[in-house]
């Protein structure tokens, strides 16, 4: 049985996110996600819209993900010892450094890892800051019209 790892944050979900899960599927029989803690994607990207344990049960209903969990506080890379995935799958735009996975996954006894960089997906609302910057133009226009019609 080959198990892959994915991570995110999984903040607002978009189909982003379900395009990177079904893509990380495809590398094994399970796929585990790791959901990151708010403090660790308030650290690493930007403050979550959703609490932690919401974005946990949401990807956990998805239909790619086998398992869903929440990462660790502080050392990121802890998880892998109670994961210990065969395949760790990044997205395209996921700033983690390759060969600094691999040390770590060395240094806790995963000879076999390997880290997969996923194609980029594009469609209309493939991001987090795409929806956000779209509910804001919305918003913007919603206050225009409010405006013209006094």
Request: glycine content about 6%.
């Given at each position: 049985?080959?198990?892959?790892?994915?991570?995110?944050?999984?903040?607002?979900?978009?189909?982003?996110?379900?395009?990177?899960?079904?893509?990380?599927?495809?590398?094994?029989?399970e796929l585990v996600v790791v959901v990151a803690r708010d403090?660790?994607?308030?650290?690493?990207?930007?403050?979550?819209?959703?609490h932690e344990d919401q974005r946990r049960e949401m990807v956990?209903?998805?239909?790619?993900?086998?398992?869903?969990?929440?990462?660790?506080?502080?050392?990121?890379?802890?998880?892998?010892?109670?994961?210990?995935?065969?395949?760790?799958?990044?997205?395209?735009?996921?700033?983690?450094?390759?060969?600094?996975?691999?040390?770590?996954?060395?240094?806790?006894?995963?000879?076999?890892?390997?880290?997969?960089?996923?194609?980029?997906?594009?469609?209309?609302?493939?991001?987090?800051?795409?929806?956000?910057?779209?509910?804001?133009?919305?918003?913007?226009?919603?206050?225009?019209?409010?405006?013209?019609?006094?």
């Amino acid at each position: 049985m080959v198990r892959v790892m994915a991570t995110g944050v999984f903040d607002l979900l978009h189909p982003g996110h379900i395009h990177y899960l079904e893509e990380a599927k495809k590398l094994g029989d399970e796929l585990v996600v790791v959901v990151a803690r708010d403090t660790t994607a308030e650290h690493f990207k930007h403050r979550p819209i959703v609490h932690e344990d919401q974005r946990r049960e949401m990807v956990a209903a998805l239909k790619p993900v086998d398992r869903a969990v929440l990462g660790h506080e502080g050392n990121i890379y802890d998880i892998l010892s109670e994961i210990k995935p065969d395949v760790i799958a990044l997205g395209y735009d996921q700033a983690h450094d390759e060969k600094r996975i691999l040390e770590e996954c060395r240094k806790r006894g995963l000879e076999h890892t390997k880290v997969v960089r996923l194609p980029k997906f594009e469609s209309d609302l493939d991001g987090t800051r795409k929806i956000i910057a779209r509910v804001a133009e919305y918003y913007q226009l919603r206050e225009k019209l409010q405006e013209f019609e006094r």
